[in-house]
């Protein structure tokens, strides 16, 4: 946790009050304490190391709140076989499961660490990382290990989670499983779990195990989401409702009543448009209408060997925008403040006075050129707890 003085930042946006103009930001012990105008600097800063931006615009930093990280092999033939018409892929997490269990500590780690970091230099300070791809007591353990451990080393914020309940895994009985998955449940907490997730679709689990599993997960102190309606309409958006869970992720086939009872629990929409657009689902409008009826949103990259293999939170935040017609400002939002919402963080996600001194500072003056330019590399630096984590000379 670090001091530092970030300054001639060209639009500053906090979400705490109006985007700021030659702003300077004052981060002592990693967390915000002053932000304003630069000429208004307060004095006796002379000694702290500085970031000077040139004028370079700066964002919260991105918290990245779905991502299943820790994996091995390719999902390679998913993606060729989608574009000759094959369709979904039901079996593909079986492969990765396979390919993930026969890995080394030290290679999932480190493939793990290669993707944190390529989120890190996208501006994502905060990351949420699934298990899902162990479906044994002890694989699934390693892998919550793995995840907090390659934040850890790429200096990111971590909070995992544990999704057991991903595909019940070849070989095993459904119903067995499913017991299985909920005796886990202490593990991994043990495991440094923070949060439990449900993969709720047709060929995954029902509602009625769904309901079990988070039940049992809230018993033993962990978070709850849920993957829904991501491939059909199943009920899991209602029933994230009914449990008042944090998040209900992906919701491609949610419906007006769904999200209605979204937004009347409290439970926040995690949009992952680029899953939507891997699986080309041709499916965009539900972000409008969760905004709509009220529903908090969140953006996250999904990221997955096998249907959102992507590490960056811009590419998200413009597909937001230009597939599901966000505004830009409500995808940013969507992007920081939402994903902190839904990992129910309030010292993330912001540049309020108190909160973690995180900041994406954009390769351009202006974050409209996060979506404005495609395919650019949107970030110069990523600011994590006060410390500069690159500054790359990348200009738009
Ligand atoms: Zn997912």
New binding site residues.
């Given amino acids: 946790m670090s001091d530092l003085v970030v300054r001639h930042v060209g639009r500053l946006t906090t979400w705490a009050g109006p985007r700021l103009s030659d702003a300077a930001v004052v981060i002592s012990g990693g967390v915000v304490e002053w932000t304003g105008a630069d000429r208004d600097l307060p004095t006796g800063l002379s000694d702290r190391p500085e970031l000077d931006a040139e004028g370079r615009a700066a964002i919260p930093g991105f918290v990245d709140c779905?991502t299943?990280a820790v994996w091995a092999g390719s999902r390679r033939d998913d993606v060729a076989g989608r574009l000759s018409g094959t369709g979904y892929n039901p079996a593909g997490i079986a492969a990765t499961v396979a390919a993930t269990r026969e890995a080394s500590y030290d290679d999932l780690l480190a493939a793990a660490a290669l993707r944190l970091t390529a989120m890190r230099d996208g501006g994502t300070t905060t990351v949420e990382i699934k298990s899902g791809y162990g479906l044994t007591s002890m694989d699934e353990a390693r892998l919550l290990t793995v995840g907090r451990d390659a934040a850890a080393g790429v200096g990111l914020t971590a909070m995992t989670t544990y999704l057991g309940a991903h595909v019940v895994p070849q070989g095993r009985e459904h119903a067995e499983y499913v017991d299985s998955v909920i005796a886990d449940l202490p593990l991994a907490a043990a495991a440094g779990a923070q949060w439990c997730d449900v993969f709720c679709d047709d060929g995954a689990f029902t509602i009625d195990d769904a309901r079990r599993i988070l039940i049992a997960a809230g018993e033993q102190g962990l978070g709850t989401r849920i993957?829904a309606e991501q491939l059909t309409n199943t009920g899991a958006a209602r029933l994230a409702a009914d449990l008042r869970c944090a998040s209900a992720?992906h919701l491609d086939h949610v419906t007006a009543a769904d999200a209605a009872a979204m937004a009347a629990a409290g439970v926040v929409g995690v949009l992952v448009p680029v899953a939507s657009l891997y699986t080309r689902s041709q499916r965009w409008s539900h972000a409008a209408l969760l905004r709509d009826a009220g529903v908090t949103l969140a953006v996250a990259t999904?990221c997955?060997p096998g249907t959102a293999w992507c590490e960056s939170m811009p590419y998200a935040v413009q597909l937001a925008c230009l597939a599901m017609g966000l505004s830009i400002d409500e995808a940013l939002r969507a992007a920081t403040l939402g994903g902190a919402a839904a990992l129910r963080r309030t010292d993330v996600g912001h540049l309020s006075v108190g909160a973690r001194g995180d900041l994406a500072v954009l390769a351009s003056d202006h974050e409209v050129d996060v979506v404005a330019h495609l395919g650019a590399n949107a970030v110069w630096s990523t600011v994590i707890g006060g410390q500069p984590r690159r500054a790359s000379a990348v200009q738009p």
Avoid: A, R, S, V
Wanted: hydrophobic share 0%.
């Fill in positions: 779905h299943h993957h992720d999904d997955n």
